[in-house]
């Protein structure tokens, strides 16, 4: 039975918060869950897990406190009015049934706030155009009697959330997201009052906010600011060397713990291709310094080695995360009973926020059962027992064919995985080592190194199986979990085809496996995701003069959602590869690629040595198809079902087949 490590103890210590104390050190920060009020049910039933796997903290997501601070259609839970108590309590009741604290983190987001459902005006310190508002509205500047009103209706939210049960109540002032932020930001406060000029005069709503807060509830709750030290605006934002650390030597002690991050969310949550774990210890590391109360970070926490360190070099008090704790709600239990290598770690790959950015429950490329803890009755580490003895072979060990193996596997089936190439892990091995998202190869690492630790399963690697080979095999079920190949053609999204070019047309899968064209190369993306802007990205590294095209308005759209659009485009302009956007692929008399624009003029020749076309994925699913249209040869070799899961069915992300893989699981 292995134990703790004796190191990691200090993360089991218990920290005292004002008038309450934390089980431990293990805080789950306040994070969206996409659907918020829509279905509160399964979002407390997602809260307890966190709990149940030993989060000494588990925080809710934004609740707005007044028809005023409406930020629909982006889903928010609500202290509005009293009706809102006995909803909001079930979590709160459901988190304290594990030994956790339960936060809440009440939020009036002012410029964000649209009220396209409640109708109303938006307010803010001064009049501005809202923060990427859909439609293009201003908000309307606040009087005395509207920073009243504010103020009345945050200390009757406050009193709310201490009824329904709720130990640590928070003022929010991070992410650009927040009446209180705007106030303090000088690019949107041009106020002549006592709330407007100096900086403490910018900080007095945000002090007066607090105040209110520990006057109405302190006797029992904590009262928390969520704070972001760095905007990254230089002189317009705070900055954690400047205006950021003035306001934390402002209010240092006000607060019963700080919670501090960076602005904006993208900011906050960066990727791991841009970030490493641990990356906002520079920025936020002087907070301790300054104020007597604990201090929770964030930074895709995963290591227990670095969480200690972060305690140990006087950083931080609590290791916060909203994302590690969604891949692993059991992530702290797992480091108390010495089961490391059981921890699902983060990726850092977004797809979580890319839902609460589309309006849809949070779903995780790691987690499988994220948000599915109610509704479906998922534990993400309980797999109900075997229904019979079959054994089953899975073909193909990718993303779908690992965690379809090892759910299978964990349900007491004796399971067999064969994949074609000498290594698992199939895109995921292949994507990971693009530039920058080496993390991703976790997908792989963590199931690969439970499926080894497990008596019923043989792993096959260097096997490609064939009908033949299957109908020979003697399992009684079979999963073929193989797969998709970029298509190897130039084939626009509507269907249209080009004709031949005199240049070689690869695809990204001849990249990944190894090719490394040189000279002029044109990487067309119809597709929109991350793969293109990756491949561009690698070429361009290793020595070829990249043009990246789109015939979108605006490239790799679905990075905006994932917060790292900008990020992509940034870095892809700063490593020289040219960008053109609106531009579809066509091919010129002379056998030449041509780029038209689609909002008209005459075509461009490119003159390029070779193409990447990122275009769709073509279903591996030959072998599906042969073995299913033969029912008679099925029955004969003894098979009871074939089914085809993941990409080789749909291709998606990795997430969408890690969870048809999971889903397939429990269906047997
Ligand atoms: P998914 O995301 O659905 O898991 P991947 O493309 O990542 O899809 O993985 C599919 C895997 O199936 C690849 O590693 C591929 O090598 C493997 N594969 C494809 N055909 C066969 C086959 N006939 N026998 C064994 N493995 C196969
Ligand atoms: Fe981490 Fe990706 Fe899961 Fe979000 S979706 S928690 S970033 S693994």
New binding site residues.
């Given amino acids: 039975m292995p134990r703790m490590d004796p190191r990691y103890g200090v993360l089991f210590e218990p920290v005292r918060i004002g008038p309450v104390t934390a089980p431990n050190r293990f805080y789950q920060v306040p994070h969206c869950t996409g659907i918020a009020d829509r279905a509160p049910a399964d979002v407390a039933a997602m809260r307890e897990m966190k709990a149940m796997g030993g989060w000494g903290v588990v925080c809710t997501e934004n609740i707005e406190i007044s028809q005023d601070a409406d930020i629909s259609p982006y889903p928010a839970l609500r202290f509005s009015s009293d009706a809102d108590i006995a909803r909001q309590a079930r979590m709160a009741d459901l988190v304290h049934k594990h030994g956790a604290l339960a936060g809440a983190e009440l939020a009036h987001m002012g410029l964000y706030s649209a009220n396209r459902t409640s109708r109303r005006p938006s307010i803010g310190p001064s009049s501005r155009l809202l923060i990427e508002a859909i439609e293009p509205v201003q908000a309307r500047a606040m009087d005395k009697s509207d920073i009243r009103t504010l103020r009345q209706d945050h200390r009757a939210a406050a009193l709310r959330a201490k009824a329904a049960g709720f130990d640590i109540i928070y003022v929010y002032a991070s992410h650009n997201l927040s009446i209180a932020s705007h106030f303090l930001a000088r690019r949107f406060n041009d106020r002549s009052d006592e709330y407007g000029g100096s900086l403490e005069n910018r900080a007095r709503l945000l002090r007066e906010l607090l105040e209110d807060t520990k006057e109405a509830v302190g006797d029992r709750c904590a009262v928390a600011l969520r704070f972001a030290v760095e905007e990254f605006l230089g002189p317009d934002g705070l900055t954690h060397d400047g205006e950021g650390a003035e306001v934390v030597e402002l209010l240092k002690d006000l607060p019963d713990l700080w919670d501090v991050n960076l602005s904006d969310w993208s900011n906050d949550s960066q990727t791991a291709r841009f970030s490493q774990e641990g990356y906002q210890e520079p920025f936020v590391r002087f907070v301790k310094q300054i104020t007597g109360k604990p201090v929770v970070g964030v930074g895709r926490f995963t290591s227990p080695d670095t969480m200690v360190s972060q305690i140990r070099r006087g950083l931080l008090d609590f290791i916060g995360a909203a994302r590690p704790s969604i891949a692993d709600p059991f992530l702290p239990l797992k480091i108390a009973e010495g089961r490391i290598d059981d921890i699902r770690e983060c990726i850092g790959c977004n797809i979580c926020l890319s839902c609460e950015n589309s309006f849809v429950p949070i779903r995780c490329t790691q987690n499988p059962t994220m948000m599915e803890e109610g509704r479906a009755g998922w534990h993400p580490e309980i797999m109900p027992a075997r229904r019979s003895d079959d054994r089953v072979l899975i ?8 965690e379809c193996a090892l759910s299978l596997a964990r349900r007491g089936h004796h399971v067999t995985l ?4 000498d290594g ?5 091995s292949r994507e990971a080592a693009l530039p920058g998202i080496a993390a991703w190869g976790r997908v792989r690492d963590y199931r690969l190194g439970q499926l080894v630790k497990l008596p019923n399963v043989e792993l096959y690697p260097g ?4 009908v033949a080979d299957i109908l020979g095999f003697g399992a009684k079920r079979v999963v073929i ?4 190949t970029w298509r190897p053609a130039v084939m626009a999204r509507d269907g249209r085809r080009g004709a031949d070019l005199d240049i070689p047309v690869l695809t990204p899968d001849d990249i990944m496996d190894g090719l490394c064209p040189q000279g002029r190369i044109l990487v067309h993306d119809t597709e929109g995701g991350y793969i293109g802007g990756l491949i561009a990205e690698k070429l361009q590294l290793s020595g070829a003069s990249v043009t990246f095209s789109t015939p979108a308005l605006t490239h790799s759209g679905f990075l905006s959602l994932t917060l790292e659009q900008d990020r992509v485009l940034r870095r892809l302009t700063g490593l020289g590869v040219a960008l053109m956007a609106g531009r579809e692929l066509s091919v010129g008399l002379n056998g030449r690629v041509q780029l038209v624009s689609v909002l008209g003029g005459d075509p461009l020749d490119c003159a390029v040595d070779h193409l990447v076309v990122v275009a769709d994925r073509v279903p ?1 699913d030959r ?1 599906s198809q042969q073995l299913l249209s033969d029912p008679a040869n099925l029955a004969e070799a003894g098979i009871k079902s074939v089914d085809p ?4 069915v749909a291709p998606g992300l ?1 997430a969408h ?1 890690i969870y048809a ?1 999971h889903r397939l699981a429990r269906s047997f």
């Fill in positions: 073909v193909g060990g990718g993303p779908a064919g690992l064969a994949e074609a190439r698992f892990g199939g895109r995921v096997s490609r199986m064939e979990a193989t797969g998709a591996a072998l899961v993941g990409d080789c990795i087949a893989a």
